[in-house]
């Protein structure tokens, strides 16, 4: 099982960056309303992602990191999938080819446990120490599968690959409060915001694009057929030299689509030279049989049924706030 384990780790976890996704989005289902995330080294001697959301059960911890032990699959079909996670197969997978500690307590309960799997060897439970919540801790990833860690990179480079992977996460869920650490200093910190979903995106999105972005962008809301769009565009006069700052997220998800960069160039060539580019998120919505989002469990890429409609509407629908705001 071991092997299997270590098989899936290559496909699921590629870099420091895609076991940092997995634990977060742990943190993020579990409800939680702080996330705060530590590299060591750029990750290869140690990562941490501490939780303040609803922690596990002795019971739970035992289970989780053991292959398909999820307790998120529904129980009809896997179309339907409305948590992040629902493979059950990152701990285990993190758990064969790395040290990995997790620490929790389970609201409501007086007791912390933490639970051990080294290159895939399991160690009972312990009694702990840990405020509720969950504290997840890898040491030395890569460690039982030495073909892998030669790809790691520099750790500046996987810090950042880590640092857009929040950014991300941190934009589609802007209530949570997020933060980087490494042994230096904050990478990054991004307070938990109260309000409604839709008051608090304008805010999250500035603080992760650009602090202009909040006096310049305009509000988008659209639908068509079975599509909603929401999100901000940035004004004309806001742009990069680059298309680093245009986030798709579809039903939640950050994902990366070359279809969004198209549309975002049709909808804005009547205002920006070929090589500016403006600074915009975009959040879709839509009935999860019409898009596959399960192309491949580390990245993040996205199929849509009808790419067309779903291109139509973006382009339409910056097309028409720029004209409402005088473009
Ligand atoms: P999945 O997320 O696909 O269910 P994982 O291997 O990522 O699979 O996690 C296995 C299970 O461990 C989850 O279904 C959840 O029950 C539990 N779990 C993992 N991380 C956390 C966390 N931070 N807080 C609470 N429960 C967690
Ligand atoms: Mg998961």
Same mark, same amino acid.
């Given at each position: 099982?071991?092997?299997v384990?270590? +098989?899936?780790?290559?496909?699921? +976890?590629?870099?420091?960056?895609?076991?940092?996704?997995?634990?977060?989005?742990?943190?993020?289902d579990?409800?939680?309303?702080?996330?705060?995330?530590?590299?060591?080294?750029?990750?290869?001697?140690?990562?941490?992602?501490?939780?303040?959301?609803?922690?596990m059960?002795v019971e739970?911890?035992?289970?989780?990191?053991?292959?398909?032990?999820?307790?998120?699959?529904?129980?009809?079909?896997?179309?339907? +999938?409305?948590?992040?996670?629902?493979?059950?197969?990152?701990l285990?997978?993190?758990?064969?080819?790395?040290r990995?500690?997790?620490?929790?307590? @389970?609201t409501?309960?007086e007791?912390?446990?933490?639970?051990?799997v @080294?290159? /895939?060897?399991?160690?009972?439970?312990?009694?702990?120490?840990?405020?509720? /919540?969950?504290r997840?801790?890898?040491?030395d990833? !890569?460690?039982?599968?030495?073909?892998?860690?030669?790809?790691?990179?520099?750790?500046?480079?996987e810090v950042?690959?880590?640092?857009?992977? #929040?950014?991300?996460?941190a934009?589609?869920?802007p209530?949570?409060?997020?933060?980087?650490?490494d042994?230096?200093r904050? +990478?990054?910190?991004l307070?938990?915001?109260? /309000?409604?979903?839709?008051?608090?995106?304008?805010?999250?999105?500035?603080?992760?694009?650009?602090? @202009? !972005?909040?006096e310049?962008?305009?509000?988008?809301?659209a639908?068509?057929?079975?599509?909603?769009?929401?999100?901000?565009?940035?004004?004309?006069?806001?742009?990069?030299?680059?298309?680093?700052?245009?986030? %798709?997220?579809?039903? /939640?998800?950050?994902?990366?689509?070359?279809?969004?960069?198209?549309?975002v160039?049709?909808?804005y060539?009547?205002? %920006?030279?070929?090589?500016?580019?403006?600074?915009?998120?975009? !959040?879709?919505?839509?009935?999860?049989?019409?898009?596959?989002?399960?192309?491949?469990?580390?990245k993040?890429?996205?199929?849509?049924?009808?790419?067309? #409609?779903?291109?139509?509407?973006?382009v339409?629908?910056?097309?028409?706030? %720029?004209?409402?705001?005088?473009?």
């Open positions: 099982d071991t092997l384990n270590q +098989i899936a780790a290559g496909e699921v +976890i590629e870099r420091p960056a895609a076991a940092i996704k997995e634990l977060v989005e742990n943190s993020l579990a409800g939680s309303r702080n996330i705060d995330v530590v590299m060591r080294d750029g990750g290869r001697s140690y990562i941490s992602v501490t939780d303040d959301g609803c922690g059960s739970g911890l035992s289970l989780c990191i053991e292959r398909h032990a999820t307790s998120k699959l529904p129980s009809d079909d896997l179309v339907h +999938i409305e948590t992040l996670g629902f493979r059950g197969e990152a285990p997978s993190i758990g064969a080819v790395a990995l500690q997790i620490t929790s307590r @389970e409501g309960s007791d912390a446990w933490a639970i051990k @080294e290159g /895939g060897v399991l160690h009972d439970p312990q009694p702990a120490a840990c405020n509720a /919540g969950t997840v801790e890898i040491r990833l !890569f460690f039982a599968t030495p073909a892998r860690l030669k790809f790691l990179k520099a750790a500046r480079t950042s690959h880590a640092e857009d992977v #929040l950014k991300r996460l934009m589609a869920h209530q949570v409060g997020f933060s980087l650490s042994e230096k904050t +990478i990054l910190r307070p938990a915001n109260s /309000g409604d979903l839709f008051e608090v995106r304008l805010k999250r999105l500035s603080s992760v694009m650009a602090r @202009e !972005f909040e310049n962008a305009l509000p988008i809301s639908e068509r057929e079975y599509l909603k769009l929401s999100g901000y565009i940035g004004l004309p006069t806001l742009n990069r030299g680059n298309a680093q700052h245009q986030y %798709l997220f579809v039903n /939640g998800r950050p994902v990366k689509d070359r279809l969004l960069q198209g549309a160039r049709g909808a060539q009547d205002f %920006l030279a070929r090589d500016r580019h403006p600074l915009l998120a975009l !959040f879709l919505e839509l009935p999860s049989e019409m898009v596959d989002v399960n192309v491949h469990p580390a993040t890429e996205v199929r849509f049924r009808d790419a067309a #409609l779903v291109r139509g509407l973006i339409g629908a910056c097309k028409h706030a %720029l004209a409402e705001a005088g473009h």
